[in-house]
């Protein structure tokens, strides 16, 4: 009985030591794509990825980060004094994972047996765990079901890699290293953030946005958000990778994403017209999104409550099947319902004064409610709308293309003149009769009229507005998933 107690035990230290890391004290290491050429952390790292190599160091939360997860021509050293990592070199031929279990089997032959056993008690214990999270599930299913979102043309890429546990993007090693195989080929847009460039990366397109300086709090806050939030979604911009790299002795910070090659939806309907199934389909792509984002998720690959707080037609994305994509979550707010917490960032840079709600301008909003971001949100999404329709043809009439309140305010509005229109005037954008002699646009010119009431509660939500709009959908001969957009 003593033997197989003593047997139990050692099993039981060998199954938690497969989640044990090094705690030791802080080291120096050897870094890149710092300031300096050193920094600090708890382990030192030294990384090989498909010929590109990193240093660096990782704090105690990211030391499972030492693991290559057997991601093919990626090699991974992890050490523990002072600049172990500055002269580490690179074996011959990186080990893939089959040359390194042959490795193992000849050095570790007399342990085999016992690590064979061991493995087999893990896995039944992760069995056993995850059979009673599935039993919970049934009885209690998540708040909303996540559809894969994924585009057609990155999804080689992103077998090839493994995710990084969020489902959003590239492994944290793999990202670190993405500004040095990306080729910007063409500047396709230009903004008081900075650029966004079309570039190549592994035979595809992507877009990488370049955050200038001023806006660097945005790019935190975005890279944070992308990696630590279930995201995934067919309506929110798809996030690859985010990385700094160095450029005429100045620092740039990139955002790596899918490219969409019909720009945004500001740009797209500049030189588009609609006919009104389409504005349907582009209408509900939206709303979709936006509940996606407004909705905390509450699964083990769940996601908090988002707020985007700077919704506008420059910020969301026109794809080639006709649906829409929302993007920029520089300014985005987190709320998570279960942990009681509010997360607002720490970003200076406030929203677009143009698409500002009233309770926004006239400083009424209560900034410790989470609600009331989503509300704004909603007073947003019904100004988009209106640009939306603007350019629908209905029997024949289309109006040009305008900007929300350009009928009252210059280009370029104060907070004090917007506040005036929105505020003190109430003025809400005009509707033209044409909209009212077609089912589609009558229903839509209903729900913007219910996202600009003066009373944030009184306004419809997004799960109400895009479940509006599907029944619209549905009540149609046709199927949005197979309009194309002729341009």
Same mark, same amino acid.
């Given at each position: ?308 707080? =700077?919704?506008?037609? #420059? ?7 006709? $649906?829409?994509? *929302?993007?920029? @979550? /520089? +300014? ?29 301008? =006239?400083?009424?909003? #209560? ?7 989503? $509300?704004?949100? *909603?007073?947003? @999404? /019904? +100004? ?50 044409? +909209? ?52």
């Amino acid at each position: 009985m003593e033997a197989a107690a003593g047997f139990l035990l050692l099993l039981t230290l060998m199954c938690s030591s497969l989640n044990t890391v090094h705690s030791g004290h802080r080291v120096n290491c050897a870094c890149e794509n710092t300031y300096t050429d050193s920094c600090v952390g708890f382990v030192c790292f030294f990384t090989w990825n498909h010929g590109q190599v990193t240093k660096g160091s990782f704090e105690k939360d990211q030391m499972e980060q030492c693991i290559a997860n057997g991601i093919p021509n990626v090699f991974v050293k992890c050490c523990y004094t002072d600049y172990c990592n500055a002269n580490l070199t690179l074996p011959e031929k990186p080990v893939e994972p089959s040359e390194s279990g042959s490795v193992i089997v000849l050095v570790v032959v007399p342990l085999l047996v016992l690590l064979l056993l061991s493995i087999t008690v893990c896995i039944f214990v992760l069995w056993l765990r995850s059979k009673r999270q599935h039993d919970l599930q049934e009885h209690h299913p998540p708040m909303l079901k996540l559809p894969s979102g994924a585009d057609p043309t990155y999804g080689d890429i992103f077998d090839e890699f493994c995710t990084s546990g969020s489902g959003t993007g590239l492994p944290y090693l793999v990202q670190r290293t993405m500004a040095r195989q990306i080729s910007l080929v063409e500047c396709v847009g230009k903004g008081r953030y900075g650029e966004v460039w079309r570039g190549t990366w592994m035979g595809e397109n992507v877009a990488v946005k370049i955050f200038s300086s001023r806006d660097e709090q945005s790019w935190f806050r975005e890279t944070e958000i992308y990696n630590t939030v279930q995201l995934r979604h067919e309506n929110i911009l798809g996030f690859i990778a985010s990385d700094m790299t160095s450029k005429n002795s100045s620092t740039q910070l990139w955002l790596v994403t899918h490219f969409h090659e019909l720009g945004s939806l500001y740009d797209f309907l500049q030189y588009s017209l609609l006919d009104p199934e389409t504005c349907l389909c582009m209408c509900l792509s939206i709303a979709s999104g936006l509940v996606h984002l407004h909705t905390e998720i509450l699964t083990t690959q769940g996601k908090p409550a988002i707020a985007h707080r =700077d919704l506008k037609s #420059r910020n969301i994305l026109v794809k080639r099947n006709g $649906q829409c994509c *929302i993007a920029d @979550l /520089g +300014l985005a707010v987190i709320h998570s319902q279960s942990n009681d917490y509010l997360d607002v960032g720490n970003n200076p840079r406030v929203g677009t004064k143009r698409y500002m709600a009233p309770e926004v301008l =006239d400083e009424s909003i #209560r900034v410790d409610i989470f609600e009331s971001y989503k $509300q704004t949100d *909603i007073w947003a @999404l /019904g +100004l988009v709308l209106w640009e939306i329709t603007r350019r629908t043809n209905v029997n024949g009439i289309v109006e040009e293309y305008r900007l929300p309140f350009f009928d009252v305010v210059p280009s370029d509005p104060s907070f004090e003149e917007m506040k005036k229109v929105v505020c003190v005037d109430q003025y809400r954008p005009c509707l033209h009769n044409r +909209l009212h002699s077609h089912p589609i646009l009558s229903a839509i010119a209903k729900i913007m009229k219910e996202c600009w009431f003066q009373s944030p509660s009184a306004r419809l939500t997004a799960l109400r507005v895009r479940k509006t709009l599907a029944k619209l959908d549905q009540d149609q001969d046709y199927s949005t998933d197979k309009l194309k957009l002729d341009v």
